[in-house]
Structure formats: structure tokens, C-alpha cells
């Protein structure tokens, strides 16, 4: 069925959800996975705002770190990915073609109306987007 899933992750607590929903069902099927993490760059960085990009992909490196443990402990074959890209839709997306995936596994905080609108969805965006198959973990 599946042979490689892409399954993006932000370290968050539903985030590791998704990840391991997502790392259960490559087990099922015999599938291997890649981690990603998208680290959203900002043009002309300097001082403190240099310091915050470091940050992140120090939070990046941690969260992947953990997702690629959780693949071993699980006996899934895994890589881990860290991208910057200013759309993060766009970083998961290109991933997920360059490394031929056949399914990507998000999670979504489930936000709706107003809130939606404002904030933006990374999920909503992948699953309007990709051209393969989405799971969506809420």
C-alpha cells in the first residue's frame, strides 16, 4: 500500500502525536519514513533575530531527534529532513516529491472560522496542495 511516508513535525505536543500515529501505521504496512521539520527563514537576519533562527533549528534538531528515536524504538526505518523555507506548505510539499513519497502524515490543530483565517493553516494548504494522499492527525 504505502512505501514511504513523509510526516512533518513543529516538536509540539500534537505534533509527536502524529508522529507516532503516523510511525504505527508505517510499521503496519512495511513502510520506511522521512521526519521533517521546516525552519521558516527570514530575510537579512542579524542580531538577536540571527539568535532566534539558531533557535529554531536547535528546537528543529531537538524535535527531529526525538521523532528519529521514536522510529527506531518503533522498528521503522526513518530519515530525518531539516528545510527552510518561508512557506512551510511548500517546504513539506517539495520533500515529499523529492524524496518520492507516497503519503504524508500532518497533524492539525482542528482550528475553524475566524481563527482559521487569520492564523492560517500549514495542514490546510498541504491537503489543498499535494498531490498525494494526506492523513490528518487532530
Known sequence: MYRHIL???DGSALAELGVAHGLALAKSVGARVSLIYVVEPF???TGQFARYIELRKDEAASALDR????AKEAGV???TIQVENPQPHQGIIAAAEDKGCDL???SSHGRSGLSALLIGSVTNKVLALAKIPVLVYQ
Open 7 to 9: 510526516i512533518p513535525t
Open 43 to 45: 530575510p537579512e537576519m
Open 67 to 70: 521523532a528519529a528515536k521514536a
Open 77 to 79: 526505518s526513518s530519515e
Open 104 to 106: 504524508i502524515v500532518i
